[in-house]
């Protein structure tokens, strides 16, 4: 039964009724509900226990400030820590309490508030710290209480990232945003303006204010309607900007759009110009026991009851230090919630506000000291604020207003500097650091007029138009007197409700020393939840303010991070997860290795590669075993295809491989190679390979498989940053060569089964020559190297002729008994014959001396990379480790 | 994200270069150095709280090694400073 709902009005659709469940109870809302406004309706309002005390809590903002009321949802999308205020409800959705356990009612962590005197601020870092915090850590967050991540990926949909370019890109669709986009759209600029709501219209959706004479929704929807029309316009809803980094660079996560099987869209967006119009949001004040379910924010409340069409409470209190609240009490009453009372903590209430509301009392002077009830609120404690007598008043409601705090998040992340604005009691944009302006509530334009105005006329000032007419709209003006924390307050004055911190653990944090606001923050946690702080942040300055007795401007707020509302991982990851993230490098005879039965895995740079080949039964150990006795005593093959390799043409290549290599390459003759050790300059080793000389201005540089792409940047850098003037030039051509490599004593028998018309007798094709012609029918360059130790043909040929070779030698080489060797069985043939092994005596640490390879480092050469290293660190007496045997 | 200017290929995407590292003196002639000198080269790399010359590859573009200054309170790409002298 949806007993607190009204019977019309409200932007909910009474037509199209959804079943939900909370904490396994079965309820009713309405299309354009959240489940905070579901759950209210049906007269729920204990939701939630505390994150430490476990205390009891409820329902307290309508949007992205809510610090209270987290649900996780389970089932099919199925998420953890969702602000109830910021769920749309759908059929079927399902949700639970988060820090509680049975159920909120009956919880026995609750045990925590008993001993709340023992666990104040800093209690876990004191008590846990020997010997380390994170040894129970994972305990105390368990605890803690808050939702785990899901067990499993979403049941459907996927998410995607998308790039998104604009001239102005404007943040937040109420009434300023709206304005600027106006203008600027019809200017002809491309405009993108993106709103976290489910509808456009901000602040307008949650008053009962008019622009032109007319109820504000019709304003929106005319707006909304005009600028879709317009091509040069990207409007999205449910679309949240999240972060504001450098060069204008904006993430804006979209949460729903036309296609059902995607879950969100990550935009990233480069902007010309940024706008932020993300309105205000409203303080909480800070008495005892403020968190009682059944206090909200007035403007919650006002949102509740005319956005979503309930009354969030018979009998109302409001309690406020300025004057927004009391049009929250107009439109509570004419939804027939009964008013018992205006508190307002200044001495003096502006005439024209006071008048607003002519049969309420208004307590001037006066605040709330404490709240009374048990789970549910049943009353206040009423006292001057001078001190004095105190009085109750019963009301199952109390709506608070501490005033409007700038939404400054994305400003402040791009670096916009702000300042505090003593007559509205509140930080707001300064200085611009990047190409961005701040309109409406988000820059302090607290009225409707004001806000529209200033939304204008930044677009305007953008587009160079004139003055942009404004349309005519009501609102009266609004004036506050701080109060950020009420000094007689009896219990706890909650300060950050979502981590339990209140006025008395900042107390304790100055006591300690810790007088830093950034400190402040840390020692206590206040403002780091899921909410962080959006509603009492500024309270928490304001509170150190009046104990260390400085002006805010001098405290300033904790900084802005990203995200400004929290995001989805899969937001950020897109479509890059799993295998997608880089796909896998393939050569063509994958299929082939497969199909033997190979065990493939990432042999660096994504490549996949055949590990080993097992036969039915074998083991890992008999497989690489049998692999390497084939290549010892018979013959052998495998794929070499994935050795980075590179061509050098031009007259200065000789030169350059000898400044790149350890030792001599310009010596070669045209038809050799030489295996060399590449260094970086502090002497240390890159890389190893071969170079062939094709021909006087042509050479072939191989690298590892890993290393190839390091290798590449490695050769350019050098080319273009210190021989400009070199005539050297490079084309990675690792994917235009395929190689087969027939290795072990019988070799040549094999290759001559293939047929070739390349003399392969020693004599002819000596190690470490090549020569190009046929092999099998197939234009090839036979390289006779040795990466096992073996005699060993290396058969170069086009990757269109691969999978053919591969078949061929297979065949020919069958009467041989040849084998499909994998990189495993490689590495032991390498190690055996003491051969460098690349990653493993290779890390990083060591030089051709430390590996026995002194050979390799050239005494002809003057100077190479790494020489003057190398004999710096061998100058002195320092023992080396040196690799034997 | 930056938004690095390729004199090839206009302002481009972080994403599409390769971080080169901020520039250092010109490579001694090792014979030429002392110990100490040498050394000095290899390790003392510029870290400067403003604008920093340093090395881009644009490697998922033309392939330049590119050379910019960015002012690493900022990140704002900004012009070599003048000559203090
Ligand atoms: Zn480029």
Same mark, same amino acid.
């Given at each position: 039964?949806?007993?607190?709902?009204?019977?019309?009005?409200?932007?909910?659709?009474?037509?199209?009724?959804?079943?939900?469940?909370?904490?396994?109870?079965?309820?009713?809302?309405?299309?354009?509900?959240?489940?905070?406004?579901?759950?209210?309706?049906?007269?729920?309002?204990?939701?939630?226990?505390?994150?430490?005390?476990?205390?009891?809590?409820?329902?307290?903002?309508?949007?992205?400030?809510?610090?209270?009321?987290?649900?996780?949802?389970?089932?099919?999308?199925?998420?953890?820590?969702?602000?109830?205020?910021?769920?749309?409800?759908?059929?079927?959705?399902?949700?639970?309490?988060?820090?509680?356990?049975?159920?909120?009612?009956?919880?026995?962590?609750?045990?925590?508030?008993?001993?709340?005197?023992?666990?104040?601020?800093?209690?876990?870092?004191?008590?846990?710290?020997?010997?380390?915090?994170?040894?129970?850590?994972?305990?105390?967050?368990?605890?803690?209480?808050?939702?785990?991540?899901?067990?499993?990926?979403?049941?459907?949909?996927?998410?995607?990232?998308?790039?998104?370019?604009?001239?102005?890109?404007?943040?937040?669709?109420?009434?300023?945003?709206?304005?600027?986009?106006?203008?600027?759209?019809?200017?002809?600029?491309?405009?993108?303006?993106?709103?976290?709501?489910?509808?456009?219209?901000?602040?307008?959706?949650?008053?009962?204010?008019?622009?032109?004479?007319?109820?504000?929704?019709?304003?929106?929807?005319?707006?909304?309607?005009?600028?879709?029309?317009?091509?040069?316009?990207?409007?999205?809803?449910?679309?949240?900007?999240?972060?504001?980094?450098?060069?204008?660079?904006?993430?804006?996560?979209?949460?729903?759009?036309?296609?059902?099987?995607?879950?969100?869209?990550?935009?990233?967006?480069?902007?010309?110009?940024?706008?932020?119009?993300?309105?205000?949001?409203?303080?909480?004040?800070?008495?005892?026991?403020?968190?009682?379910?059944?206090?909200?924010?007035?403007?919650?409340?006002?949102?509740?009851?005319?956005?979503?069409?309930?009354?969030?409470?018979?009998?109302?209190?409001?309690?406020?230090?300025?004057?927004?609240?009391?049009?929250?009490?107009?439109?509570?009453?004419?939804?027939?919630?009964?008013?018992?009372?205006?508190?307002?903590?200044?001495?003096?209430?502006?005439?024209?506000?006071?008048?607003?509301?002519?049969?309420?009392?208004?307590?001037?002077?006066?605040?709330?000291?404490?709240?009374?009830?048990?789970?549910?609120?049943?009353?206040?404690?009423?006292?001057?604020?001078?001190?004095?007598?105190?009085?109750?008043?019963?009301?199952?409601?109390?709506?608070?207003?501490?005033?409007?705090?700038?939404?400054?998040?994305?400003?402040?992340?791009?670096?916009?500097?702000?300042?505090?604005?003593?007559?509205?009691?509140?930080?707001?944009?300064?200085?611009?650091?990047?190409?961005?302006?701040?309109?409406?509530?988000?820059?302090?334009?607290?009225?409707?007029?004001?806000?529209?105005?200033?939304?204008?006329?930044?677009?305007?000032?953008?587009?160079?138009?004139?003055?942009?007419?404004?349309?005519?709209?009501?609102?009266?003006?609004?004036?506050?007197?701080?109060?950020?924390?009420?000094?007689?307050?009896?219990?706890?004055?909650?300060?950050?409700?979502?981590?339990?911190?209140?006025?008395?653990?900042?107390?304790?944090?100055?006591?300690?020393?810790?007088?830093?606001?950034?400190?402040?923050?840390?020692?206590?946690?206040?403002?780091?939840?899921?909410?962080?702080?959006?509603?009492?942040?500024?309270?928490?300055?304001?509170?150190?303010?009046?104990?260390?007795?400085?002006?805010?401007?001098?405290?300033?707020?904790?900084?802005?991070?990203?995200?400004?509302?929290?995001?989805?991982?899969?937001?950020?990851?897109?479509?890059?997860?799993?295998?997608?993230?880089?796909?896998?490098?393939?050569?063509?005879?994958?299929?082939?290795?497969?199909?033997?039965?190979?065990?493939?895995?990432?042999?660096?740079?994504?490549?996949?590669?055949?590990?080993?080949?097992?036969?039915?039964?074998?083991?890992?150990?008999?497989?690489?075993?049998?692999?390497?006795?084939?290549?010892?005593?018979?013959?052998?093959?495998?794929?070499?295809?994935?050795?980075?390799?590179?061509?050098?043409?031009?007259?200065?290549?000789?030169?350059?491989?000898?400044?790149?290599?350890?030792?001599?390459?310009?010596?070669?003759?045209?038809?050799?190679?030489?295996?060399?050790?590449?260094?970086?300059?502090?002497?240390?080793?890159?890389?190893?390979?071969?170079?062939?000389?094709?021909?006087?201005?042509?050479?072939?540089?191989?690298?590892?498989?890993?290393?190839?792409?390091?290798?590449?940047?490695?050769?350019?850098?050098?080319?273009?940053?210190?021989?400009?003037?070199?005539?050297?030039?490079?084309?990675?051509?690792?994917?235009?060569?395929?190689?087969?490599?027939?290795?072990?004593?019988?070799?040549?028998?094999?290759?001559?089964?293939?047929?070739?018309?390349?003399?392969?007798?020693?004599?002819?094709?000596?190690?470490?020559?090549?020569?190009?012609?046929?092999?099998?029918?197939?234009?090839?360059?036979?390289?006779?190297?040795?990466?096992?130790?073996?005699?060993?043909?290396?058969?170069?040929?086009?990757?269109?002729?691969?999978?053919?070779?591969?078949?061929?030698?297979?065949?020919?080489?069958?009467?041989?008994?040849?084998?499909?060797?994998?990189?495993?069985?490689?590495?032991?043939?390498?190690?055996?014959?003491?051969?460098?092994?690349?990653?493993?005596?290779?890390?990083?640490?060591?030089?051709?001396?430390?590996?026995?390879?002194?050979?390799?480092?050239?005494?002809?050469?003057?100077?190479?990379?790494?020489?003057?290293?190398?004999?710096?660190?061998?100058?002195?007496?320092?023992?080396?480790?040196?690799?034997?045997? | 994200? $930056?938004?690095?200017?390729?004199?090839?290929? %206009?302002?481009?995407? #972080?994403?599409?270069?390769?971080?080169? &590292?901020?520039?250092?003196?010109?490579?001694?002639?090792?014979?030429?150095?002392?110990?100490?000198?040498?050394?000095?080269? $290899?390790?003392?790399?510029?870290?400067?709280? %403003?604008?920093?010359? #340093?090395?881009?590859?644009?490697?998922? &573009?033309?392939?330049?090694?590119?050379?910019?200054?960015?002012?690493?309170?900022?990140?704002?790409?900004?012009?070599?400073?003048?000559?203090?002298?």
């Amino acid at each position: 039964m949806q007993v607190d709902r009204l019977a019309a009005g409200g932007r909910i659709d009474r037509g199209r009724p959804l079943s939900f469940t909370f904490n396994g109870k079965a309820y009713q809302g309405f299309a354009g509900d959240t489940l905070a406004s579901a759950l209210l309706a049906n007269g729920v309002r204990l939701t939630a226990r505390s994150f430490k005390y476990h205390r009891p809590r409820g329902i307290i903002g309508s949007g992205v400030e809510e610090p209270s009321a987290l649900v996780e949802l389970t089932g099919d999308d199925a998420s953890a820590n969702q602000p109830a205020t910021t769920v749309q409800l759908r059929d079927g959705l399902q949700a639970k309490s988060v820090n509680c356990w049975p159920s909120p009612v009956v919880d026995f962590g609750s045990v925590n508030q008993m001993i709340s005197r023992f666990l104040p601020a800093g209690f876990y870092y004191k008590t846990f710290k020997w010997p380390n915090w994170h040894l129970y850590e994972p305990s105390i967050r368990k605890a803690a209480g808050l939702a785990a991540a899901p067990q499993n990926p979403p049941a459907g949909g996927h998410f995607e990232n998308r790039f998104g370019h604009c001239d102005i890109l404007i943040a937040g669709a109420g009434p300023a945003g709206l304005m600027a986009a106006l203008v600027a759209a019809r200017a002809g600029k491309r405009v993108m303006i993106a709103d976290e709501g489910r509808e456009a219209g901000g602040s307008l959706l949650n008053r009962r204010l008019t622009i032109n004479c007319r109820d504000a929704a019709h304003w929106v929807a005319e707006t909304i309607a005009e600028l879709n029309t317009l091509a040069n316009v990207t409007h999205l809803q449910n679309a949240s900007v999240w972060a504001y980094r450098e060069h204008n660079y904006l993430m804006v996560t979209e949460r729903t759009s036309d296609n059902p099987s995607l879950i969100e869209r990550n935009w990233r967006v480069r902007a010309g110009h940024v706008i932020c119009a993300t309105g205000a949001i409203e303080r909480s004040l800070v008495f005892g026991n403020n968190d009682r379910p059944g206090v909200m924010l007035a403007s919650a409340a006002q949102s509740y009851v005319n956005r979503y069409a309930l009354r969030p409470g018979k009998r109302a209190v409001i309690f406020t230090n300025n004057d927004s609240a009391y049009a929250v009490a107009n439109d509570l009453a004419t939804a027939g919630v009964d008013i018992a009372a205006i508190v307002d903590s200044r001495n003096e209430v502006p005439r024209e506000v006071r008048a607003t509301i002519q049969e309420t009392d208004v307590f001037a002077g006066h605040v709330v000291t404490t709240t009374k009830g048990g789970r549910k609120l049943r009353g206040v404690e009423v006292a001057p604020v001078e001190g004095g007598k105190s009085q109750q008043i019963s009301c199952d409601l109390l709506a608070m207003s501490g005033g409007w705090n700038p939404a400054v998040h994305l400003w402040s992340q791009s670096r916009g500097t702000l300042r505090y604005d003593d007559q509205l009691a509140c930080y707001v944009p300064d200085q611009p650091a990047q190409a961005s302006s701040s309109v409406g509530a988000a820059d302090g334009k607290l009225t409707l007029k004001e806000a529209m105005k200033s939304g204008a006329d930044a677009a305007a000032s953008l587009c160079a138009t004139g003055p942009a007419a404004i349309p005519q709209s009501d609102d009266i003006d609004y004036s506050i007197s701080p109060l950020w924390r009420v000094e007689q307050a009896q219990g706890p004055a909650f300060l950050d409700i979502q981590n339990d911190v209140t006025v008395d653990d900042v107390h304790l944090a100055l006591r300690e020393g810790y007088d830093n606001i950034e400190h402040v923050k840390r020692y206590t946690t206040g403002g780091m939840g899921l909410d962080q702080g959006k509603t009492g942040n500024i309270n928490i300055v304001g509170t150190v303010a009046l104990q260390k007795d400085v002006p805010l401007q001098d405290l300033g707020p904790t900084t802005f991070r990203s995200p400004y509302t929290p995001v989805s991982f899969g937001a950020i990851a897109g479509i890059r997860e799993g295998s997608v993230v880089q796909p896998y490098r393939h050569t063509p005879i994958t299929e082939w290795n497969l199909d033997r039965g190979a065990f493939m895995y990432e042999a660096g740079a994504r490549w996949r590669r055949p590990g080993y080949f097992p036969r039915d039964g074998e083991s890992f150990q008999d497989t690489v075993n049998r692999e390497c006795r084939t290549v010892r005593n018979g013959v052998g093959v495998y794929d070499g295809s994935p050795l980075g390799t590179y061509e050098l043409k031009g007259r200065d290549v000789g030169r350059f491989l000898d400044h790149i290599y350890s030792n001599i390459m310009s010596t070669l003759k045209p038809g050799q190679g030489r295996y060399g050790l590449m260094l970086s300059d502090d002497g240390l080793i890159l890389d190893d390979g071969v170079a062939l000389r094709l021909d006087e201005y042509r050479w072939i540089v191989s690298t590892s498989t890993g290393h190839a792409d390091a290798i590449n940047s490695h050769m350019e850098e050098l080319l273009q940053t210190q021989f400009p003037d070199w005539n050297v030039f490079i084309t990675t051509v690792t994917s235009q060569w395929n190689n087969a490599t027939i290795c072990g004593p019988r070799a040549r028998d094999v290759l001559a089964a293939l047929s070739t018309d390349i003399d392969t007798s020693s004599q002819a094709l000596p190690f470490m020559t090549f020569a190009d012609g046929q092999v099998a029918g197939l234009p090839a360059r036979v390289v006779r190297v040795s990466f096992t130790g073996e005699l060993s043909f290396e058969i170069n040929v086009a990757p269109r002729h691969m999978r053919e070779l591969w078949a061929k030698i297979m065949e020919a080489g069958a009467p041989h008994g040849i084998e499909p060797i994998g990189s495993e069985a490689n590495h032991v043939l390498r190690v055996e014959k003491g051969f460098l092994s690349l990653g493993h005596e290779v890390d990083g640490t060591v030089d051709a001396h430390d590996l026995g390879m002194g050979w390799v480092m050239s005494k002809k050469k003057s100077d190479y990379l790494g020489k003057r290293s190398v004999n710096l660190r061998r100058e002195g007496e320092a023992v080396r480790r040196e690799l034997v045997g | 994200m $930056l938004n690095i200017p390729c004199p090839f290929c %206009g302002q481009r995407n #972080e994403s599409e270069f390769a971080y080169g &590292g901020p520039v250092k003196p010109d490579r001694p002639q090792p014979d030429k150095v002392s110990n100490d000198q040498w050394v000095d080269y $290899l390790t003392q790399v510029p870290n400067p709280l %403003g604008p920093v010359e #340093e090395r881009w590859w644009h490697v998922k &573009g033309c392939g330049t090694w590119l050379t910019i200054w960015r002012d690493t309170r900022t990140h704002d790409i900004v012009e070599e400073p003048g000559d203090a002298g």
